[in-house]
Nanobody, 129 residues
């Protein structure tokens, strides 16, 4: 059974940091394109970052320079390190396995809602002002 389990969410003040982790099982982790989506209350789902098996990556412009995505394939673990957090980063964050995240570019990547992916159950991040 393919499974992705997120952890590391919580509450933090603006300017603080959090590290999210995602552990995958039931698939060939090292061959997978992996990423993070988020959804804030009343807002659309959006891709945050992705990383391919070769280490190439892409970030949403609003998190560029503040978030870093990484993977440790030997541990079947995906990370999202979040720094300089802002209240607008408040959202449910989801770990996703989805090859489209590593093939789409530009506006298509930013519009993609992960319809073809395998999702974790999410971890909540709340940033207070």
């Amino acid at each position: 059974q393919v499974r992705l389990v997120e952890s590391g969410g919580g509450s933090v003040q603006a300017g603080g940091s959090l590290r999210l982790s995602c552990v995958g099982s039931g698939f060939i982790f090292y061959n997978a394109c992996l990423g993070w989506f988020r959804q804030a209350p009343g807002k659309e789902l959006e891709a945050v970052a992705c990383i391919n098996k070769d280490g190439s990556f892409q970030y949403r412009d609003s998190v560029e320079g503040r978030f870093a995505i990484a993977r440790i394939d030997m541990q079947n673990t995906l990370w999202l390190h979040m720094s300089a957090l802002k209240p607008e980063d408040t959202a449910m964050y989801y770990c996703v396995e989805d090859f489209h995240l590593c093939t789409l570019e530009g506006s298509a990547w930013h519009r993609y809602r992960g319809e073809s992916g395998t999702w974790g159950q999410g971890t909540q991040v709340t940033v207070s002002s």
